[in-house]
């Protein structure tokens, strides 16, 4: 069925049969290019709010921990404070976050002055062991999600250093390319040197098991559920209040019935202007935003991916376009998609295994921010008791 818009220009080209156009094209581009009012959501910004002191910890720590020996000394982790997008200096942020770091004097070098070194903790490093069992246990979890960015690219194949950038958001080791991926040699082919901006990682033998989106194996599992067939589509829910225009509303009904292309599915034969193409796109941004750890991606995190899923260059406008599927966040001044299905107020619900690990960093957090809660009331209640004993010995 046609929209009023689609209707209108259909009618121009008919009564003008002498203009060789192509109507489809143009009702494509004037339809996908039309805007959709960005309204703040409070409770996916407050989302992203939350893991802000376990983000910024997390840095430090890593940044420790890529040292040689795992230890640093103060001063030269306090030069590093931009790089870490610490807005604390780095004592301030050790007294807030006792339980990572033991301080110990060292020199150097053997004749100059000893400084403050920082190293891990026993606490920590139990953490980093808690780390690697996670990993191991979820293995072929990463596997599959590491074939997945592959099986979705447009000629198979990733480059290495640009996996390496997006590692924390979709749950990978530090070491997932030297590690697991040499130990998978029928799925993956990894070609130079990662790190040196030309190695490759290739995808060896296509899964069939892994090329089912999160929205075809929910279709599958509630016709095996009701015993009749579903078909895929998005779960599209308007945030409350928000009103989408006329005109913009016979585009969303007329593309949602349009059937479903998966990530998977080879689309080299569509136009990238076509309504099929933006479906398409939906469907991979949906697919990879299911893929990352917390549902969400920085959007020019997924900008450096252009050139292997075939993103447009205004390919931003999709989460906009499409504000019942996706959200794009602000907050921190960073543009951030997010899946809003994945979310119930400011809670992830779909919960990736991979969480696990920041769990028990919590905990390892957590019991530090109650040992410092613990000192602090200490130590007033000495202060008090003080002031007792010489406000007595003053009345005397």
């Known amino acids: 069925m046609l929209s009023k818009t689609q209707k209108t220009i259909s009618s121009y080209f008919h009564n003008n049969p002498n203009l060789n156009v192509d109507l489809n094209r143009i009702v494509t581009r004037t339809i996908s290019s039309l805007k959709v009012e960005w309204r703040k959501d409070q409770n996916l910004d407050k989302a992203i709010q939350n893991d802000k002191r376990y983000k910024q910890c997390a840095r430090v720590v890593k940044e420790v921990l890529n040292e040689p020996g795992q230890v640093i000394p103060l001063r030269y982790l306090e030069k590093r404070r931009e790089r870490m997008r610490l807005k604390v200096r780095v004592e301030t942020f050790l007294k807030q976050n006792p339980g990572l770091f033991d301080e110990y004097y060292d020199r150097i070098k053997p004749k100059t002055e000893p400084l403050r070194f920082l190293r891990v903790t026993d606490r920590l490093q139990n953490f980093l062991e808690e780390e690697k069992r996670i990993f191991k246990e979820n293995e072929n979890f990463i596997v599959s999600k590491l074939c997945k960015l592959l ?24 070491d997932f390319l030297v590690d697991i991926v040499p130990r998978y040699p029928q799925y993956f082919r990894l070609t130079g040197s990662p790190g040196e901006g030309k190695s490759f990682l290739e995808l060896v033998s296509w899964e069939p098991e892994f090329a089912k989106s999160v929205i075809e194996r929910r279709a599958e599992e509630e016709s095996r559920s009701i015993g009749i067939r579903v078909r895929p589509g998005f779960n599209v829910k308007l945030p409350p209040g928000f009103v989408l225009k006329k005109e913009m509303r016979e585009w969303v009904r007329d593309w949602v019935d349009l059937d479903y292309i998966s990530p998977y599915e080879d689309v080299s034969h569509l136009d990238q202007a076509s309504r099929e193409m933006e479906k398409r796109s939906v469907g991979l941004f949906h697919e990879l935003l299911s893929l990352s750890l917390y549902k969400r991606v920085p959007v020019p995190t997924l900008g450096k991916f252009c050139d292997e899923y075939r993103f447009s260059n205004a390919f931003s406008s999709v989460f906009t376009r499409h504000s019942g599927i996706f959200y794009m966040s602000l907050k921190g001044g960073i543009k951030t998609a997010m899946l809003r299905e994945a979310y119930r107020g400011d809670k992830l619900i779909d919960l990736d295994p991979l969480l696990e690990i920041k769990d028990k960093f919590n905990e390892l957090l957590e019991e530090g921010w109650r040992q410092r809660k613990e000192q602090i009331r200490l130590y007033q209640e000495k202060i008090r008791k003080g002031m007792v004993v010489l406000a007595s010995k003053v009345s005397e």
């Open 151 to 174: 099986m979705m690219s447009k000629d198979k194949v990733v480059s290495a250093d640009k996996l390496l950038h997006v590692k924390r958001e979709f749950g990978f080791p530090n």
